[in-house]
């Protein structure tokens, strides 16, 4: 080899050598870019990423606790007690039949950009809440609203009032503003040839396209809806294809014939197709909450939620948001009460693993973690019981049965299955964090703020009772018990408390089961298609209600998955909907659980309990049946933080 | 490389749909009119072949769409925050990986069957046995609690690199340093390296100039596809020390059903594993002469 190509060859190979290196290291450097954050005035675990900061789209706690920050609904949650207060509506008024709400809201109230929050906004708010092109998951819970069912499901009927959004917006409107809107009464509604009218309607031009195209292909069609505007018949057809016809957007129920509605601009009132006892509370929700007109307008969906772009009404606003790192939150100056929000910078760490949550907390990066590995909690209770804050929730973890399949389909055989299962062993060996037996669908806890409720409680662990049930219904000690299974989604607590279950069936009936562990997605969609036996499940209430542990087994309920279906006690339910004697409702409520508990479709194992490690200088943190912790009220004591030199815990104490 | 991605998409994306359950599954079952405004929302309502073409052209035009779980973001913001970050930590995790397994394997092929031989290849075999989240617990207790030099978990500062790094690495270094030993002991047998020695020259120079280029032929073969699984994050260290790579998002895309960013993943994976081999296929050239590229 020459020398000289030999020289070129070796600079070439050091020069991609040094490349690669400055490539890693510049690399390193980019993902790090961030390195400086100024400290947080306070920090707490998320348990994992949220999904969305839009108030409209949320489910799930760990959304919750960010979008009540944020924002704020017409009432809001008392802290402890839970109670409906003033939020963005500083009083309100409620008519005699229960029926009418008004609201009114505080004039001063203002958008975190500065712009005034008025009730047309609320409207507006709701307005897209209630839309079907939203996909709010929460729409259900407004359909007591009048007309508010089929404004979002888009059913229309001839004779409704409609509304028609065309594609065309009107001029000088935002980017994502809704497209024109005329309003009117639905009169005709023609499928190909078919024509169902109520006045009689001139004919459209049907030769050309319909008439011409295959026979087959006129009930592909769109249909063609006929609507009175103000004396006037048009045509409206998805498309505009048929002559004569107009393209539209979307033909809805009309939402001026919703019980929704600005009196004023500072007056919002609510009508209700039958009383709620808990829709005042149901308005501190945070789904519920408003959300500015003019950024969603400006950016559309999801590009309003980007911080910059994000304009909000509660106490905090977002400063930046890292996926699966840390979201920043910071004072909101525009907040009504910001008098009282303490905490100026909050981070919220979107760490999943249990443990690592608690590696963080006793490092002292996180000063609140809502949950702990149930293994380490008695050692947590021994080292430092005043920062474990356990408190019973509004849950309730229970196994569904499938009532469809043999041998379940036998009350006697539901009712053995329960009352050999010793939740007590349960609760102390599996999951340990003070977590109480429950033999009632409606946790105990309930009673703390209804105390007017009994839950109604099933049989009590009695094996000898169980085991002559079983061999009443044809399996003298478990003997020729067809094969049956536990389903579960993947996860160690289910699993733990599945093989326990598993052995005292065994130890107490001689039955032999089996289990069986999916991951959520083939699990939920298993209890949807009946395709189990004996599933686990768990049921967080919304709000605080008897009504919302019992609806869900109605008939038509589409979260009851056990295929049980109860006439008397479907009637039980209707008629406690629609009465408006608060003591009269809940006794029908108890009757209703009273069935449930007889007939036994699912067996509730225990109550859920929160399990937040809090480190002691902050203040302003309230246990309730809800875990719900407003980052408005929480504060942290300085002085008490300044003697705390080193973060107190496991592994500092044992050194 | 075209017909490559094509053929991943076309597989993964009839694959994602023909698991039982979807993105909108949730314990409360949805109003089945909720579920069709969200479905319709999504596109999802029309029939398979034809969100197959428009997801097709969609990707086509480069061009994710947006995250059906985290729906705030689109798939590309999402690879574009976790990427980087896993390949920081995957270079330290790399950089462990060579630096351990090259250094212990020559060590091991000069004195074979020596007590420092036989006790560096036990410990590449439990470096290679221990599951990633036992080796981090020990760094967790040794290095964070006993000896507080790092922290527990998190993203920031160089000093969040180190122990995923380290964790990440680990069991590559012992596959690594166990190729690099029997590679070595091949090379250094050959009549060349007895040529050297008769040269005079140390045992160290032989190792380092004249047989070390032969021993990385296997090693870098088994670099580049492994380097695209180190890059790309792993889910356990991922977990454990919460860093915000790429890594979980695999995992959680798959059993969310988030079938955009599932997508995006797997094509940006195909896509690195590509792109790695064909440069493993290039560095034989520089590091074995003989080696022609055609």
């Known amino acids: 080899m020459e020398p000289a190509t030999r020289f070129l060859r070796r600079t070439y190979r050091h020069f991609i050598a040094a490349g690669v290196a400055l490539l890693f290291f510049g690399g390193a450097v980019w993902a790090l870019r961030a390195s400086s954050l100024p400290p947080a005035d306070f920090t707490f675990s998320n348990l994992g990423e949220i999904k969305t900061v839009d108030p409209a789209l949320v489910t799930g706690s760990s959304e919750g606790r960010v979008v009540e920050a944020l924002f704020e609904g017409l009432t809001r949650w008392h802290p402890e007690k839970l109670t409906p207060q003033p939020g963005m509506a500083y009083n309100w008024e409620i008519s005699a039949d229960g029926l009418t709400y008004t609201f009114f809201l505080r004039p001063e109230a203002r958008w975190s950009d500065g712009t005034p929050l008025t009730a047309e906004d609320f409207v507006w708010s709701f307005r897209r809440f209630l839309h079907p092109e939203t996909a709010a998951e929460y729409a259900a819970e407004l359909w007591y609203i009048v007309g508010a069912k089929k404004y979002t499901s888009a059913q229309i009927e001839l004779g409704d009032p409609v509304e028609v959004e065309l594609p065309e917006k009107p001029p000088g409107a935002r980017p994502f503003a809704r497209g024109i809107t005329l309003r009117g009464r639905l009169v005709g509604i023609q499928i190909g040839p078919d024509l169902q009218a109520i006045t009689p309607l001139p004919v459209l031009p049907q030769d050309p396209p319909s008439a011409a195209s295959a026979p087959g292909n006129a009930k592909d069609e769109p249909p063609i809806y006929w609507v009175d505007v103000d004396g006037e018949l048009l045509a409206f057809q998805k498309g505009g294809k048929t002559p004569g016809t107009r393209d539209y957007q979307w033909l809805l129920y009309d939402f001026a014939n919703v019980g929704i509605r600005a009196v004023d601009r500072h007056r919002l009132e609510i009508r209700l197709r039958h009383p709620v006892p808990y829709f005042l509370a149901l308005m501190g929700f945070y789904p519920f909450s408003p959300v500015p007109p003019h950024c969603v307008e400006s950016f559309g969906y999801p590009e309003w939620t980007k911080p910059g772009k994000l304009v909000t009404n509660g106490p905090y606003v977002l400063e930046f948001r890292r996926i699966r790192d840390r979201i920043r939150l910071r004072k909101n100056p525009y907040y009504w009460d910001r008098d009282n929000v303490r905490l100026e910078v909050v981070d919220v760490l979107a760490v999943e693993s249990y443990t690592t949550n608690l590696n963080l907390y006793f490092t002292g990066?996180?000063?609140?973690?809502?949950?702990?590995?149930?293994?380490?909690?008695?050692?947590i209770r021994r080292r430092c019981p005043e920062e474990f804050h356990s408190y019973p929730l509004l849950g309730t973890y229970y196994y569904l049965l499938n009532t469809a399949r043999p041998p379940l389909d036998d009350v006697r055989v539901r009712r053995a299955l329960a009352m050999a299962i010793d939740r007590k062993e349960i609760v102390e060996k599996v999951?340990?964090?003070?977590?109480?037996?429950?033999?009632?669908?409606?946790?105990?806890?309930?009673?703390?703020?209804?105390?007017?409720?009994?839950?109604?409680?099933?049989?009590?662990?009695?094996?000898?009772?169980?085991?002559?049930?079983?061999?009443?219904a044809?399996?003298?000690?478990?003997?020729?018990?067809?094969?049956?299974?536990i389903l579960y989604n993947t996860s160690e607590a289910h699993q733990a408390i599945a093989e326990l279950v598993q052995a005292q069936w065994q130890r107490y009936l001689g039955i032999r089961v089996g289990l069986r562990n999916q991951e959520w997605a083939a699990y939920l969609s298993s209890r949807r298609r009946g395709d189990f036996y004996v599933a686990r499940a768990g049921w967080i209430a919304d709000y605080v209600d008897p009504i919302s542990f019992l609806d869900m087994f109605s008939g038509d309920s589409p979260l009851n998955n056990t295929r049980w279906n109860h006439p008397e006690f479907n009637r039980l339910l209707e008629r406690a909907r629609h009465e408006t004697d608060p003591k009269l409702r809940l006794e029908l409520l108890a009757t209703a659980e009273r069935i449930l508990m007889e007939e036994l479709p699912a067996i509730p194992l225990y109550e859920y309990v929160s399990q937040n490690l809090v480190r002691p200088y902050v203040r302003g943190f309230y246990s309730n049946p809800k875990d719900f912790h407003p980052l408005k009220h929480i504060w942290v004591d300085y002085d008490l933080k300044a003697t705390i030199h080193r973060p107190k815990g496991l592994w500092s104490r044992s050194r | 490389m075209v017909i490559t991605l094509w053929v991943v998409f076309t597989v993964?994306?009839?694959?994602?749909?023909?698991?039982?359950?979807?993105?909108?599954?949730?314990?409360?079952?949805?109003?089945?009119?909720?579920?069709?405004?969200?479905?319709?929302?999504?596109?999802?309502?029309?029939?398979?072949w034809q969100q197959y073409l428009?997801?097709?052209?969609?990707?086509?035009?480069?061009?994710?769409?947006?995250?059906?779980?985290?729906?705030?973001?689109?798939?590309?913001?999402?690879?574009?925050?976790?990427?980087?970050?896993?390949?920081?930590?995957?270079?330290?995790?790399?950089?462990?990986?060579?630096?351990?397994?090259?250094?212990?394997?020559?060590?091991?092929?000069?004195?074979?069957?020596s007590m420092l031989d036989v006790s560096l290849m036990t410990l590449a075999t439990i470096g290679i046995a221990l599951p990633s989240f036992v080796i981090a617990a020990v760094m967790i207790i040794l290095f964070v609690f006993l000896i507080p030099l790092f922290p527990a978990a998190g993203w920031g500062t160089w000093r969040h690199l180190i122990l995923p790094g380290f964790c990440v690495g680990v069991p590559y270094a012992g596959s690594i340093a166990r190729l690099v030993r029997t590679a070595m002991l091949e090379v250094l047998s050959q009549e060349y390296i007895r040529t050297a020695h008769a040269k005079g020259v140390g045992t160290g120079g032989i190792v380092l100039r004249h047989a070390m280029k032969l021993t990385l032929l296997p090693v870098v073969s088994y670099l580049g596809p492994a380097a695209a699984g180190i890059l790309t994050g792993?889910?356990?260290?991922?977990?454990?020390?919460?860093?915000?790579?790429?890594?979980?998002?695999?995992?959680?895309?798959?059993?969310?059903?988030?079938?955009?960013?599932?997508?995006?993943?797997?094509?940006v994976y195909t896509f690195l594993l590509f792109v790695l081999n064909t440069l493993v296929d290039l560095s034989y050239r520089l590091l074995d002469p003989r080696v022609e590229l055609r």
């Open chain 1, 365 to 379: 990066q996180t000063d609140w973690i809502p949950i702990v590995p149930a293994e380490v909690i008695p050692e």
């Open chain 1, 431 to 472: 999951t340990r964090a003070g977590q109480r037996p429950l033999r009632s669908m409606v946790p105990t806890v309930l009673t703390v703020s209804i105390p007017e409720y009994i839950p109604q409680e099933g049989p009590q662990f009695n094996v000898a009772e169980a085991r002559r049930l079983l061999a009443e």
């Open chain 1, 474 to 485: 044809g399996f003298p000690d478990g003997r020729e018990f067809p094969p049956i299974d």
């Open chain 2, 12 to 48: 993964s994306f009839f694959l994602m749909r023909a698991v039982p359950g979807g993105p909108f599954d949730r314990e409360r079952q949805l109003d089945p009119q909720v579920e069709a405004n969200l479905r319709a929302r999504y596109q999802l309502d029309k029939p398979i």
């Open chain 2, 54 to 113: 428009m997801e097709l052209g969609r990707v086509a035009r480069l061009d994710l769409g947006y995250s059906y779980r985290l729906g705030d973001f689109r798939v590309s913001e999402i690879i574009l925050q976790g990427l980087p970050i896993s390949v920081a930590v995957g270079i330290v995790g790399l950089a462990t990986a060579v630096g351990l397994g090259l250094v212990a394997g020559c060590i091991s092929a000069v004195r074979p069957g």
């Open chain 2, 234 to 267: 792993s889910v356990v260290v991922e977990k454990i020390f919460c860093v915000p790579g790429l890594g979980v998002h695999f995992v959680e895309a798959a059993t969310q059903r988030d079938y955009t960013l599932a997508m995006g993943l797997i094509l």
